[in-house]
Structures are given as C-alpha cells and as structure tokens.
C-alpha cells in the first residue's frame, strides 16, 4: 500500500505561481511512475504531469508544457509540481498518484492505483 498526501493548494490570480507537494508514505520503493492529475466541475479527470521514478523521464499535458514542471526528491518519497504563468482554465482540485504497474501512457489515469485525497486550486482572472 502506498499513501498519498498532498498539500500547496490555494488561489491566486492569473499569472501567478503555486508549488503543490504530495507525501508518499507505505511501500514507496514499488512504485513506477508518480504524477498530478486534475479535475475540474462537471470534467473528465486528466493528466497534468508524471515522472517515471527510476529513470526521472517526466511527461506533460500539452496545455501545461512550459508552465509546469514535475519533480521528486531522491528518496521518492516527496513529488513536487511547480505551477507558474497560472491560468483561469488551470483551476481544478489536484490530485497525486502512484502506478505500481506499467502501462500504454503515463498521463491515463486508469494506469494510476494509488491516490490522494486532492488539494484545490482556484485561479482567478
């Protein structure tokens, strides 16, 4: 089992920065791939963000390139996503994942078994 806490959420104005973390806890070492995922109202929850936890390959949403940049420490047991030039559309509550098996796309959400509980982020225009 692994468990997943995440934190940073909030709101800011468009154009800003936010730094969400999400703790890993139980049996971290099983784990491919981590990543950040969204949902907003009425919406299909989405990838944002992953990275492969051996090999540090990160993947991005194309509406996110450029803006936001995944990250882990090296005991994998923190992931990080370093949100900047926020906009409107970015709102969602934010959740963290662990895949503890492989599979086709890193930003599918069904290849995820582990997740948080999410942390909301709200960017106002």
């Known amino acids: 089992q692994v468990q997943l806490v995440e934190s940073g959420g909030g709101s800011v104005q468009a154009g800003g920065s936010l730094r969400l973390s999400c703790a890993a806890s139980?049996?971290?070492?099983?784990?491919?791939?981590m990543g950040w995922f969204r949902q907003a109202p009425g919406k299909e929850r989405e990838g944002v963000a992953s990275?492969?936890?051996?090999?540090?390959?990160?993947f991005y949403a194309d509406s996110v390139k450029g803006r936001f940049t995944i990250s882990q420490d090296n005991g994998k047991i923190t992931l990080y996503l370093q949100m900047n030039s926020l906009k409107p559309e970015d709102t969602a509550m934010y959740y963290c994942a662990a895949a503890s098996y492989g599979g086709s796309w890193p930003l599918d959400p069904p290849m995820y078994n582990y997740w948080g509980q999410g942390t909301q982020v709200t960017v106002s225009s």
């Open positions: 139980g049996y971290t070492y099983s784990t491919y791939f």
């Open positions: 990275i492969d936890t051996g090999g540090g390959n990160t």
